[in-house]
């Protein structure tokens, strides 16, 4: 069971958790690496935009630093820039969730880029790489 303190990391973790999971399937469908499904597509990417859309910053909260982790500690010192990277993928995940009601699959393909691009960005800045 998770004591207290652990609770808001948890939380955190988890979120990227449903982040991920999301993006994965919609980046290989684009890479080639799984088979291509409009259906699967269009319920994954509104599933991103969706948790994309839950405020990080109730991720970052009190408590949320406990532990060992890859966040890198910038992240509650630069918090005004944090936000604003992760406001990037929010917008990022907008306009996967666009591309993905056209069925484009060259628009999807960008899109994609785009979102990658954002996880990346902050990635380089506030995750460690071990
Ligand atoms: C993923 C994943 C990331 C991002 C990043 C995109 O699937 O787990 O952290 O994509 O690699 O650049």
Not at 36 to 46: C, P, Q, S, Y
Not at 81 to 98: I, T, V
């Amino acid at each position: 069971h998770l004591v207290k303190e652990e609770a808001m990391q948890s939380y955190r973790q988890s979120y990227f958790t449903l982040i991920a999971m999301n993006f994965g399937p919609m980046a290989a469908m684009v890479k080639g690496d799984m088979p291509w499904d409009d259906a699967k597509m269009l319920a994954l990417a509104e599933d991103f935009a969706a948790v994309a859309s839950v405020d990080v910053a109730r991720a970052f909260g009190p408590g949320s630093d406990k532990g060992t982790t890859r966040a890198k500690p910038e992240i509650w010192e630069n918090t005004d820039d944090f936000l604003e990277k992760y406001a990037a993928l929010q917008s990022a995940a907008e306009g996967l969730l666009a591309a993905a009601q056209t069925g484009d699959r060259g628009a999807i393909g960008g899109a994609i880029k785009d979102t990658g691009g954002a996880c990346k960005a902050c990635h380089d800045e506030y995750k460690s790489k071990d």
